[in-house]
């Protein structure tokens, strides 16, 4: 009997120690797991056809009555092209909405890179979706040219809206619009992007007596094409297929 419990708690430690050491040696990997779950989102990005992302959609609450599209591949050659270190690395960030006037001109950002907080990202921090339109989290000076830079305006609604290919809703050119919001979501940074949709949709709804235009724009597929032609874009600061942000 004593010789049976012996093999067994022999072989319970060896259990251990062989899961301690790979732990160990993938710890970068491990680590990087529990973070991603911690925050609710997922390990990589997957392609969705338009049916999964109505579905997915109407799991992080999107009001069926609002725009709903996917970013073109194309936006890719645009940012290329743009050459600019600074609307690159706002514009792939994974997560972030953006405020623009009914001019098309952009009045707030707010990003990842910007924001803190657990278990959720705290977008609220500085009380800025108090009153509508938000302050702006981001210097809107990140998104004009430099004279070093190919790109020769600034970030305005019309320019990205090319961009937006339609999923349900979604009319480009809808008249008596005092704001456009846009949200870029996907399913790759789940809860925290059910999170940031529900904030945005609770800020709308103090602009009692403006009439504002809600798109929101999934790019996990943006993503999925990305990843597949990396050495398209070398100038590029590519966005996540998996989370490591």
């Known amino acids: 009997m004593k010789k049976k419990k012996l093999i067994i708690w022999s072989i319970v430690l ?27 989102m997922n390990l990589r990005v997957i392609e969705l056809n338009d049916s999964e992302i109505v579905e997915t959609a109407k799991s992080f609450k999107i009001n069926s009555a609002y725009s709903l599209c996917e970013l073109d591949s194309g936006f890719y050659y645009f940012l290329k092209s743009a050459n600019s270190s600074d609307i690159n690395g706002h ?6 909405v953006i405020y623009f006037d009914n001019t098309g001109k952009m009045v707030a950002f707010f990003g990842i890179e910007g924001t803190s907080g657990f278990p959720n990202l705290d977008w609220n921090e500085n009380k800025d979706f108090e009153h509508f339109p938000p302050s702006k989290q981001e210097n809107i000076e990140h998104f004009l040219p430099t004279k070093q830079e190919n790109f020769t305006d600034s970030i305005t609604y019309q ?5 937006f290919l339609p999923v349900k809703n979604y009319n480009p050119d809808d008249e008596n619009i005092d704001y456009y919001v846009v949200v870029i979501w996907s399913k790759l940074m789940g809860r925290q992007s059910k999170h940031l949709i529900k904030v945005v949709q609770e800020n709308v709804k103090l602009a009692e007596n403006d009439n504002v235009k809600m798109i929101f724009v999934n790019i996990d597929n943006f993503f999925v094409w990305g990843e597949a032609n990396q050495s398209k874009f070398s100038n590029l600061p590519m966005p996540p297929s998996a989370c490591h942000i």
């Open 91 to 96: 514009l792939l960030q994974p997560l972030y």
């Open 159 to 163: 320019i990205l809206k090319p961009y």
């Open 14 to 40: 060896l259990v251990i120690v062989g899961v301690g050491f790979f732990a160990y040696s993938n710890r970068n990997g491990v680590f990087n797991w529990i973070f991603v779950k911690a925050y609710g």
